[in-house]
């Protein structure tokens, strides 16, 4: 075996492969202990990540965007006669405040959406800015979302996170209740990312 | 009498498409911390790794997800998403020059690397060294390095992943070393001094 085939025979640095031929070429001895000890070396960066994940937010926005992608199959699977005879009424409704509106026009009030102890799903179609309008439901806009259209159609979903998921937007934890589990909402884009949060309870 | 709870990924995936929150959220715990890891390594960049790892997690929402468990793991299939997404982005921002000129399939040992580089990586500076030296490679050989040397990826996965037969992935990661070795070479030969530079014009 030649230098060549040795090294393009190796599987691994790291284990007991065939080492005859570095036991009788000096050269690629020193360079085979040379590449174990870099993996020796790789392996502490490794060791040092160990524990480096996504941050909190990331988990917070998936589990959102699963309840959000759950509903409708939920609702599928158990129709009732009743629905239909309820989702047009509910539409004939709106058409009649609607009309009521364009007949008596007046000054919006600004929409709260409040969550129920299960989940809730809401859409939002006012045409002011979705963000705009969260100032008055302290919804916090999450770090590197994009903002949302201000046409755009939102979901609001409950989630419970960990507490160090407030530390993510700038609000302050003690350190003995980070692990406890807090309520939030969170709203979701047209695209099912999360875009902001609001805490139940804001208390350190 | 005790039930075993699902802890293999394929379990958890068949829980989550049926719409099982909890295995959602295992098999994101278990995993989002190597596939954050991975885009990390591969952008360089904390914010474009945390988009990676939701964007993973959002694929398997999907109603066409894709993944079979019969032409690989799980944990293929999410970094191989992680890396498409991560192709797609450095499209986008064109941030690397591959090294398309190199052969693959030969590699040569011969270099001229010292054990003092080596002797480092005992040591923090060393070890940051390595760090660096290894954002630095070509993504083809940083890409492998962080599957197989730091997230413990076997050669078969990474060869799905990647795309290219298990030999490619072996001769990547020779390759990749012996870079890694020169690069921390380099890191330690010292710089001219500003005495021992020689002036040689000034037109102002």
């Known amino acids: ?204 | 009498m005790n039930v075993k709870p699902p802890e293999t990924d394929d379990e958890l995936f068949v829980l989550l498409r049926g719409g099982d929150e909890a295995a959602f959220v295992a098999l994101y715990r278990k995993r989002q911390a190597s596939i954050y890891r991975f885009a990390m390594h591969v952008s360089g960049s904390a914010s474009v790794a945390e988009d990676v790892a939701q964007e993973v997690f959002m694929a398997l929402l999907r109603d066409g997800c894709g993944f079979d468990p019969d032409r690989g793991t799980l944990s293929g299939y999410l970094y191989g998403i992680a890396r498409k997404l991560l192709l797609r982005q450095m499209e986008r921002g064109r941030g690397d020059v591959p090294l398309e000129t190199e052969s693959e399939e030969k590699v040569l040992p011969g270099l001229a690397v010292t054990d003092n580089a080596l002797d480092d990586l005992t040591h923090r500076e060393g070890i940051e060294a390595l760090r660096r030296a290894i954002g630095t490679l070509p993504r083809r050989y940083r890409e492998v390095v962080v599957l197989c040397d730091l997230e413990e990826v076997d050669y078969a996965d990474a060869a799905g992943v990647l795309g290219c037969p298990i030999g490619t992935v072996r001769s990547r990661l020779h390759r990749a070393r012996a870079l890694l070795l020169e690069k921390l070479n380099q890191d330690r030969q010292p710089r001219p001094s500003v005495s021992t530079l020689k002036p040689i014009r000034c037109f102002i």
């Open chain 1, 1 to 204: 075996m030649n230098c060549q085939e040795f090294w393009d025979s190796l599987p691994e640095v790291g284990a007991n492969a065939d080492v005859q031929h570095a036991a009788e070429c000096e050269a690629c001895a020193s360079l085979l202990n040379r590449h174990r000890r870099l993996v020796d070396g790789l392996k502490t960066v490794a060791a040092e990540l160990r524990h480096t994940g996504a941050p909190a937010r990331v988990e917070v926005g998936l589990v959102a965007a699963f309840r959000s992608h759950q509903r409708p199959v939920r609702r599928a699977a158990r129709p009732h006669w009743w629905v239909p005879a309820l989702s047009w009424a509910a539409a004939a409704g709106v058409l009649i405040v609607a009309a009521l509106s364009l007949l008596h026009p007046h000054q919006p009030l600004p929409a709260h959406r409040n969550a129920s102890s299960t989940v809730e799903m809401a859409a939002v179609t006012d045409s002011t800015d979705a963000y705009a309008a969260d100032g008055d439901d302290d919804f916090i806009p999450l770090p590197n979302a994009s903002r949302l259209d201000p046409n755009e159609d939102v979901n609001v979903v409950r989630v419970e996170v960990p507490r160090s998921a407030m530390l993510e937007v700038g609000l302050a934890v003690s350190a003995d209740r980070v692990s406890e589990m807090v309520e939030a909402d969170v709203m979701l884009g047209q695209d099912g990312v999360a875009r902001a949060i609001r805490f139940l309870d804001e208390s350190m």
